[in-house]
């Protein structure tokens, strides 16, 4: 009599999570690696102009013993200090972005991409603002190097900013399309990890020039 | 009531897909919208040398210029001089090394991590466009008077302008090199078995990082302060002194980081043995990077005008940088002169070409002691701008090795290896000549540009005969490896893609072997456990 082999039925167990190979190492992520990268590279470009405006600033201190910002011109706290708020209060949101998308809620996600880009476009306002009260020209005869290093380093912020913000806004335009996932947050970290800089570099020139003078 | 059955008509057994996948673009609008990372290395590459011809002519024009030490007139009058001098400073680094050195790293590194392609691709593409337009910009700018020294103001502006663009391009492009070293290596591969050409780059791209914004931040402020001042930059007579920086101890070893992997990367393959200690060997370049970042040693900044002073020279850190770059050359070249030792030596013409840099680079570091050794009153003489010719020529000479160690690749076969032979020991002759007699009349007090010697004036004149002599030597050096290139990209195909029996995975056929080691293809022709293996390193 002839037998039949059967194969045994394999048995449906719950994952042991425990008994699990780990996987296999990630590299790192390029899009991270790429923005950390261009952090470096804007922290240079602009660490490298407001070296350059407190090493002017301290010698004429010293060499003139008089007030660092000509006659006349004034830096009036409450449109720098609302810029900086108003930073800060994107830090909050940019992160919420993150968290809502490693969760997979993209509702929240979106609100809060949404909100961190009016709140970096409120910024630009305010600074545009802040340089129609300072009295500083930038034409004519009276331009002073004052003038050419505040709207040199302020000018170079926007246009950091500006650049966040069109990353920050393709991340979002990325993950409505569905790019990323609950699992892969690698655009929209990216795109926070930049802005974080962006606003950490406010922070000095808010304090060392708007605040100092 | 009645219903209408309509049927659809049988599909036909060759119907087109709805969504034809794109067809790929050929000719011209391959080139330009390509990302593929040989295309984009290679325009790089030619680009390059077009700017290679404007630096050899305005170098040769400043060289016979300096023959008669009397003064200015001979060939061009005093602005003249000043912009050719500094066209040719600008076009030699910023548009001939640095675009040459990424040309070759967007080509040969995602090959020797074993990645498809480089980092954000259409970032690279973008950076070649952006630094190709940003080139012709500039060069136009100084053919309108404008550039350092120029006397048409919107001029001036239009080269800061796009020199300021030319940066912004040579830091993306390194971004995407660093990214992919970083980020798209095989498995296997950690970043201690990086091949060492790819290490370099990414030490570059460190440093370039940290570097070209810098400039580009001044170079900034300049712009505007040009614009609608000047008020405490000093017009276009400014801009050279804010730039010139850069070629200066200890920014210009900048140029030479990439060489130290070049010719670490073709000393074992020539010796055909393997390259031990690795590990040290990428430390010794790390080290050289880290006293190659000079962005500390650029003129001081006066709210009262001026070109600001070199307030370093003679402080400990210049001290400092100077001698200690030394170090990391010394401890690789001996771990290279112990593998050249060990093996069995092929004298090929990029091992020729890669012992001439690695010669002048060191040279170059001798010289730039000399220099920092106050006593000895080197600064600001022709002494320096030997040092800056040295490391720079160096470089050149570095690169030439990597393009003709990697020619098979690159452009589909060898360069003629009796012709590029002779070239590399020219281009030895052409270096010594046109430095070492910079190093003499530099301690006769001959300056550091232009400007009158009063003593020992028939000497210092001959010497910079010979000096020119040199240039002429180089620039025919250049224009002869030109052909060689220009040849192996026409011609047919060789049918040996690895002449040299190269170790790492450039040369690499399909399927990858397994990473085992800084030098897989070498252990899967020579297996892993031959006589020189990683547990050695």
Not at chain 1, 121 to 136: D, K, S
Not at chain 1, 173 to 184: A, E, I, K, N
Not at chain 2, 328 to 346: F, I, V
Not at chain 2, 400 to 425: D, I, N, Y
């Amino acid at each position: 009599m002839a037998t039949a082999t059967t194969a045994p039925t394999p048995e449906r167990l719950p994952l042991q999570l425990d008994q699990v190979a780990p996987a296999p190492a990630r590299r790192p992520r390029v899009v991270l690696v790429g923005s950390a990268l261009a952090s470096v590279a804007s922290i240079a470009l602009l660490g490298s102009v407001l070296a350059v405006y407190f090493s002017v600033r301290a010698d004429w201190l010293a060499e003139s013993g008089e007030a660092w910002l000509p006659m006349g011109a004034t830096i009036p706290l409450s449109p720098g200090n609302m810029s900086m708020v108003t930073l800060a209060m994107s830090l909050v949101t940019v992160q919420w972005a993150v968290w809502s998308g490693g969760r997979r809620d993209r509702a929240h996600a979106y609100l809060a991409l949404g909100l961190t880009v009016v709140l970096g476009i409120a910024h630009v306002v305010q600074l545009a603002y802040l340089w129609t009260q300072w009295e500083l020209p930038l034409n004519g005869s009276e331009v002073t190097a004052q003038a050419v290093l505040l709207f040199t380093v302020l000018g170079l912020h926007v246009a950091m900013v500006a650049g966040a913000l069109i990353f920050l806004t393709l991340m979002l335009l990325r993950s409505l399309g569905g790019q990323f996932t609950g699992r892969d947050v690698e655009g929209l970290s990216a795109a926070a990890l930049y802005w974080y800089v962006t606003v950490a570099l406010f922070t000095v020139i808010w304090y060392g020039i708007l605040i100092v003078k | 009531m009645t219903v209408t059955e309509t049927q659809a008509p049988p599909a036909a057994e060759t119907t087109a897909p709805a969504f034809a996948p794109p067809r790929p673009a050929t000719g011209l609008a391959a080139v330009l919208g390509t990302g593929d990372h040989r295309t984009i290395g290679r325009l790089w590459i030619y680009t390059a040398f077009v700017s290679l011809v404007v630096a050899g002519v305005t170098g040769a024009l400043v060289g016979v210029e300096k023959v008669d030490t009397g003064g200015l007139g001979d060939v061009l009058d005093a602005d003249i001089f000043a912009q050719t001098y500094s066209l040719h400073a600008v076009a030699g680094t910023f548009l001939f090394l640095l675009p040459l050195l990424i040309g070759l790293a967007t080509y040969v590194v995602p090959m020797q991590v074993g990645s498809a392609t480089v980092a954000f691709p259409r970032a690279a593409a973008a950076a070649y466009w952006t630094h190709l337009v940003a080139t012709g910009v500039l060069l136009a700018s100084f053919v309108a008077d404008g550039g350092p020294f120029g006397g048409d103001s919107e001029a001036v502006e239009l080269f800061v302008a796009s020199f300021i663009a030319v940066l912004v391009a040579l830091t993306l492009a390194s971004i995407c090199i660093a990214a992919t070293v970083l980020a798209l290596r095989v498995p296997g591969m950690g970043l201690h078995r990086t091949p060492l050409f790819s290490w370099s780059s990414l030490v570059t791209a460190a440093v370039v990082l940290l570097t070209l914004p810098v400039l580009a931040g001044v170079m900034l402020l300049v712009y505007v302060d040009h614009r609608y001042g000047p008020t405490f930059l000093d017009g276009s007579e400014g801009v050279f002194a804010r730039i010139a920086w850069a070629w200066a101890q200890p920014s210009v070893y900048l140029f030479a980081i990439p060489v130290l992997g070049i010719v670490a990367d073709i000393v074992p393959v020539s010796a055909r043995t393997r390259l031990t200690k690795h590990r040290i060997a990428m430390g010794a370049i790390g080290a050289f990077g880290l006293f190659a970042f000079g962005a500390w040693a650029m003129p001081g900044f006066s709210p009262t005008g001026g070109a600001g002073t070199l307030e370093y020279v003679g402080e400990v850190p210049f001290y400092a940088f100077s001698i200690l770059v030394l170090l990391p050359a010394l401890a690789l070249t001996g771990l290279l002169g112990d593998t050249l030792r060990r093996g069995s030596l092929s004298l090929t013409s990029p091992l020729l070409w890669a012992l001439s840099a690695l010669l002048m680079l060191l040279a170059g570091i001798a010289n730039g002691i000399l220099v920092a050794i106050e006593p000895l009153d080197l600064v600001e003489t022709s002494a320096q701008s030997a040092q800056t010719h040295y490391v720079l020529v160096a470089a050149l000479l570095g690169l030439f090795a990597g393009l003709a160690h990697w020619a098979p690749r690159v452009f589909g076969t060898p360069l003629a290896e009796g012709a590029s032979k002779g070239l590399a020991a020219l281009g030895l002759l052409g270096t010594v000549l046109l430095c070492l007699p910079d190093v003499i009349s530099g301690f006769l007090g001959q300056p550091f540009r232009l400007g009158e010697v009063t003593d020992d004036v028939d000497a210092v004149e001959a010497l910079n005969i010979a000096s020119v002599a040199g240039g002429i030597v180089l620039v025919l050096v250049a224009v002869g490896f030109l052909a060689l290139v220009l040849k192996a990209a026409t011609g047919r195909a060789g049918t040996d893609d690895d002449p040299w029996e190269g170790h790492t995975l450039e040369w690499a056929t399909s399927p990858l072997p397994a990473i085992t080691s800084e030098a897989p293809v070498y252990d899967a022709r020579h297996g892993a456990g031959s006589p020189t293996t990683e547990a050695q390193s």
